[in-house]
């Protein structure tokens, strides 16, 4: 349709309304009152103005506030994504102003973040003042007046408050892992002498790597009674076997008091809620103390899926006797374990209390992983069996309509007392019944 027509159209469409009224107008004073074509054109022309005039505006202020060239890019600790063509891309980083370069140690977390993609570049995981070994020229660098270099984080790299030292994170597979131990069946008489191997240990059986950061902070919980020579021999293995794997651990020894008989699950979740208290940690290794690795490559660390750990053990042939198995050592997220509502609190005695767990993962839509047998190894140490709990398979069966009442939600139990030892930290409690158990 064009112009003109559009123009006639208008025109009778007012004369009519009009008319209702009064019959003194006529067409040629209707023609008076519509805008012509070229009313039309240079009102087009004015708004071409206007938008071209913005256009300007927005470019200027990109240029003179939002230039690269005025600015100082610092990486925060958010790790990287990788592509296929060694591009480090997706960067996420903190932007201050070439003033504010002397201080950088009081940036405001809260800063708004950009998106960038850059090619990583090869450098030193430590970058000093007057680095002479990096060129000036090189991709994604800025160099201050003082002589500080930045350079953008290659997959792995962080960058501490100061902006001057930077630290990866741990790389994995840990590069000082050996494969296959050999297991001390007998470790020293005492705990104190155990302690005296591990001086890089902080109080409570914290580590940290020195050399780099580890992607997560990872809790273990070991539910303990009357077993001293074991517990000495689990931790004379265990510690050298996390610390090659490079990640920060902390082990948390739950001894049930009274006489009651022994609740496996129920101390994981005092041990859950104990350590959740004092630090957030992303995963839980909920692990027997009777089980010793015999491969330092089965990662204690959690996967996007609950984990089966303990999947070759030698006093059942390293065969797994059944495929929903998840006792001896579990690996879950922290917000897996809280969507699972813990484990049951109703198992006293032996028994069930690892397949009980086995159906919550189902039934939240989870499932259990696994490692390779050849690397999930673990040797049993002897021990004499807990009493049998004997409603186990009737608790078992009615587990369904109790995951969302049982387990953290209705937790009871008393500290008596915490002792912070060089290799764990030692929560001595109280469980008290609930449920029908």
Not at 144 to 167: C, D, I, K, R, W
Not at 239 to 245: A, I, T
Not at 271 to 281: C, Q, T
Not at 340 to 356: C, K, P, Q, R
Request: charged share 20%.
């Amino acid at each position: 349709m064009t112009f003109d027509n559009l123009i006639k159209i208008n025109k009778y469409l007012l004369l009519i309304s009009i008319r209702s009224n009064s019959d003194e107008f006529s067409i040629s004073q209707i023609d008076l009152m519509l805008p012509t074509q070229a009313d039309i054109m240079a009102n087009r022309r004015l708004l071409y103005r206007v938008m071209i005039i913005l256009f300007i505006i927005v470019i200027g202020v990109q240029y003179f506030y939002l230039n690269p060239l005025n600015k100082i890019t610092v990486p925060s600790t958010s790790q990287p994504k990788k592509n296929n063509n060694n591009v480090a891309s997706l960067f996420f980083f903190k932007t201050v102003s070439k003033g504010d370069s002397k201080n950088l140690g009081s940036l405001d977390p809260n800063n708004s973040l950009i998106t960038v993609e850059l090619p990583s570049v090869p450098h030193p995981s430590v970058i000093t003042k007057n680095e002479k070994n990096i060129s000036s020229s090189s991709p994604g660098s800025i160099r201050l007046a003082n002589g500080t270099m930045f350079v953008h984080p290659a997959a792995n790299s962080t960058v501490n408050t100061t902006g001057e030292t930077y630290q990866e994170f741990c790389p994995v597979p840990p590069p000082n892992l050996v494969g296959f131990v050999k297991v001390n069946l007998v470790a020293p008489p005492t705990l104190q002498i155990i302690s005296r191997m591990h001086q890089d240990l902080d109080l409570g059986g914290h580590y940290k790597p020195p050399q780099c950061k580890s992607k997560d902070k990872v809790a273990i919980v070991v539910p303990f009674r009357d077993r001293e020579e074991h517990l000495r021999i689990f931790l004379y293995n265990i510690h050298p076997v996390l610390k090659r794997q490079m990640i920060e651990y902390n082990i948390f020894v739950i001894e049930q008091g009274g006489g009651e008989p022994f609740n496996r699950a129920m101390l994981f979740n005092v041990g859950f809620m104990e350590a959740m208290k004092r630090e957030k940690y992303d995963c839980f290794i909920f692990h027997d103390v009777d089980l010793i690795p015999e491969n330092d490559h089965n990662l204690y660390n959690c996967p996007i899926q609950p984990r089966h750990m303990s999947v070759a053990v030698d006093k059942m042939n390293y065969q797994l006797p059944y495929k929903t198995l998840f006792g001896g050592i579990s690996a879950l997220r922290t917000e897996h374990f809280k969507l699972l509502n813990g484990f049951s609190n109703v198992f006293w005695g032996w028994g069930a209390e690892d397949d009980d767990m086995a159906n919550r993962i189902a039934f939240r839509g989870l499932f259990i992983s696994r490692p390779s047998p050849d690397v999930a190894r673990y040797k049993m140490l002897k021990h004499k069996h807990q009493k049998l709990n004997n409603n186990r398979y009737r608790m078992l069966l009615k587990g369904k309509q109790r995951f969302n009442i049982d387990g953290l939600s209705n937790l009871n139990y008393t500290v008596d007392q915490i002792v912070l030892e060089k290799l764990f930290t030692l929560i001595r409690v109280q469980l008290v019944r609930v449920g029908d158990g």
